[in-house]
């Protein structure tokens, strides 16, 4: 048995994620979907033409929801009509409409694999397939504060002199205007920010915004934002497919705030196997639970 995954949804994410499975030949099928199928059939055409430059070979094809029933994992990367908002929260009535209608017709074709979303708002979002779908919390997850946990070593790893791949630490919370730099996580080379001599001297609330503020800011430049994501999206896949138990900050169920929010957790074949939920100071438990409070009036209005 090959590993299938289906994508629903081919704008700029969906088709960055595609791309990205295939290039790193992380399965071996693709199943694209989309409302236009005209688009979902000139993506999957011009992934064909690049394959034979690629290391891997993947079968692409465009599809109805009815081709997903035996996918091993489902990407939902449904974006809104209207790009340009920088409260992810404004895209909840446009985006809730259409999981409501493709999320019943996905389980009705069949359907038993896992479903990680992309969607925005992120947390809200898969709450809400999880709860349509009535599949177990473990086999629905979200992308979460992958991308920002991404953005923060990128941000402090630019501030410091070092390469983003020697800062460990956590974005954690909402995927949006609430999260937080759990502070407290963030190490460089195993040495806590706190320890470094040249942390006197940097602004950490500064660095903070940059991470948060880091997607508008490309969202205002180019239009979109897409190459992150799918990268973040892919190396979910990969820990799925390779049963690898890796841990990565994203959105799952956590049962003592009662919703779906961003932190630590341990990822493999199953979905989502065990929470890692890490020590963390008062201030940053209260920036959590106020986080989660977001999340969760979100979650009441749809």
Not at 161 to 184: K, L, P, T
Not at 241 to 263: K, L, M, T, W
Request: hydrophobic share 45%; aromatic share 6%.
């Amino acid at each position: 048995m090959g590993f299938k995954v289906g994508i629903i949804g081919c704008g700029h994410v969906g088709s960055d994620v595609a791309f990205s499975l295939v290039t790193q030949a992380v399965c071996d099928e693709i199943v694209l979907v989309d409302e236009q199928m005209e688009k979902a059939k000139s993506e999957a055409l011009e992934l064909r033409d690049m394959l034979s430059l690629t290391s891997g070979i993947t079968r692409i094809t465009a599809g109805t929801l009815e081709a997903l029933a035996d996918a091993d994992v489902i990407v939902m990367a449904i974006g809104p009509k209207t790009l340009l908002r920088e409260d992810r929260m404004e895209e909840l009535v446009e985006t809730s409409e259409s999981i409501k209608q493709i999320v019943p017709q996905v389980v009705a074709a069949g359907f038993k694999g896992i479903f990680l979303n992309i969607t925005n708002p992120c947390d809200v979002i898969t709450s809400l397939i999880q709860e349509i779908s009535g599949f177990p919390k473990a086999r629905v997850f979200g992308t979460g504060t992958l991308l920002d946990t991404a953005r923060m070593k990128r941000v402090v790893g630019e501030a410091f002199g070092v390469s983003n791949r020697s800062v460990e630490g956590f974005v954690m919370g909402e995927h949006g205007e609430s999260q937080f730099v759990a502070w407290s996580t963030v190490r460089i080379g195993g040495i806590p920010l706190s320890e470094l001599p040249e942390a006197a001297s940097i602004d950490l609330v500064q660095l903070k915004e940059q991470v948060r503020a880091g997607g508008w800011h490309i969202l205002l430049g180019k239009g979109w934002t897409s190459f992150g994501i799918a990268t973040c999206a892919t190396a979910l896949l990969l820990s799925i497919r390779n049963h690898a138990a890796a841990v990565f900050p994203v959105s799952h169920f956590d049962a003592e705030q009662g919703c779906y929010i961003g932190s630590p957790a341990v990822i493999g074949a199953a979905g989502i196997e065990s929470g890692l939920m890490p020590i963390l100071t008062d201030d940053e438990r209260n920036l959590y639970q106020l986080s989660a409070d977001v999340i969760k009036r979100a979650r009441l209005t749809v």
